[in-house]
């Protein structure tokens, strides 16, 4: 059984939004959070959100997309805005180990073995 499954990629045209959904079947009590891989690069760290739902976003796409949880549903979100070509990316969710924290950096998710199989984002001019 996956642990992470994401859902809601899609093609849309510039400017538009989308929404990610991670359902998990693990807790949620730990540090929780976004990546994306476009093609020829390497894995970028996009978002995550702390135990006490604290966030923390890249400068790339701050004010722009949003991370967010909802424990009761055992759902990580990200709201994507003003989506632009350079947001065309595979994108995955992680979660790092029970009740660690990740203390504003994407390490602890990289180390995790929580990875979601991914949702592809394309987004055209």
């Known amino acids: 059984q996956e642990k992470l499954v994401e859902s809601g990629g899609g093609s849309v045209q510039a400017g538009r939004s989308l929404r990610l959904s991670c359902t998990a079947s693990?807790?949620?009590?730990?540090?929780m959070g976004w990546f994306r891989q476009a093609p020829g690069k390497e894995r970028e760290g996009v978002a995550l959100?702390?135990?006490?739902?604290?966030?923390s976003h890249v400068a790339s796409v701050e004010g722009r997309f949003t991370i967010s949880k909802d424990d009761a549903k055992n759902t990580l979100y990200l709201q994507m805005n003003a989506l632009s070509p350079e947001d065309t990316a595979t994108y995955y969710c992680?979660?790092?180990?029970?009740?660690?924290?990740?203390?504003?950096?994407?390490?602890?998710?990289?180390?995790?073995?929580?990875w979601g199989q991914g949702t592809q984002v394309t987004v055209s001019s």
């Open positions: 992680a979660a790092a180990l029970a009740r660690a924290r990740c203390d504003g950096g994407f390490q602890a998710l990289r180390d995790s073995p929580y």
């Open positions: 693990i807790s949620m009590e730990r540090c």
């Open positions: 959100v702390e135990l006490d739902g604290s966030t």
